[in-house]
């Protein structure tokens, strides 16, 4: 199994552009989880999809950013218009039984 | 609500040595508890789970977790540490639903 795919590995963008993240999660896995990650505030959850439908999004920090799963097999995370306080480790997690998680090798994102 | 603490922001232990790593949860209902461990720029990685039976539970590495109840903790052990134990490890927990808590990580420092 090739696991939690997840591209691009490194982003750099500037102020303003948009940035979309992706994520492909494992074969059969039905639950998918988008995560942000930094040193100030640790591993944040973004949203949360079950059976390609968004459950719980409370976590996504403001209108700027969106997520979609147009099939069980994808998933993006779209900023627009980006800013530099969006630097951070973005990841995917996709997960069966809807328990344990497996993440992806994320994203690291700089915006300048 | 469902919460997570990990008292320690690092451990340091001699290789060779036993290695604790202690976590804390408060949540509604029986605990679903999880370790995971995250290499240098690496995704996080599922070590062991606990649902229901046996309070001591075996993982990933030679890794173990003991669950107890009446201290509402489940901390990570392992009997002999290697120096490539030296890594990011987050304790989590659900109530029973898909969406778990994640604890703010112990960084675990093995010394030659």
């Known amino acids: 199994d090739a696991g939690v795919i997840q591209s691009p590995r490194h982003e750099v963008t500037e102020m303003g552009q948009e940035v979309t993240l992706r994520c492909k999660p494992i074969s059969g896995h039905n639950s998918l989880f988008w995560y942000r990650q930094t040193m100030m505030r640790g591993l944040e959850l973004l949203i949360y999809?079950?059976?390609?439908?968004?459950?719980?999004d409370s976590g996504m920090p403001e209108d700027r950013f969106s997520a979609k799963m147009p099939n069980a097999s994808f998933s993006t995370l779209k900023i627009q218009p980006s800013e530099p306080r969006d630097s951070a480790v973005y990841f995917c997690?996709?997960?069966?039984?809807?328990?344990?998680?497996?993440f992806g090798p994320g994203t690291r994102l700089t915006v300048t | 609500a469902q919460s997570v603490a990990q008292p320690e922001d690092q451990v340091n232990v001699a290789e060779g040595n036993p290695l604790t790593v202690k976590c804390t949860y408060s949540?509604?209902?029986?605990?679903?508890l999880f370790w995971y461990v995250q290499y240098p720029n690496r995704g996080l990685q599922f070590l062991l789970k606990?649902?229901?039976?046996?309070?001591l539970v075996k993982g990933s590495y030679g890794f173990e977790a003991e669950f107890n109840k009446s201290q509402t903790s489940f901390h990570l052990k392992k009997p002999s540490a290697l120096v490539s134990d030296s890594a990011l490890y987050f304790c989590a927990v659900t109530g029973g639903s898909y969406i778990p808590t994640f604890g703010r990580g112990t960084s675990l420092i093995v010394h030659p």
């Open positions: 999809f079950n059976n390609n439908v968004p459950i719980d």
């Open positions: 606990y649902i229901t039976g046996d309070n």
């Open positions: 949540v509604s209902g029986n605990p679903y």
């Open positions: 997690a996709s997960s069966r039984t809807g328990y344990e998680q497996y």
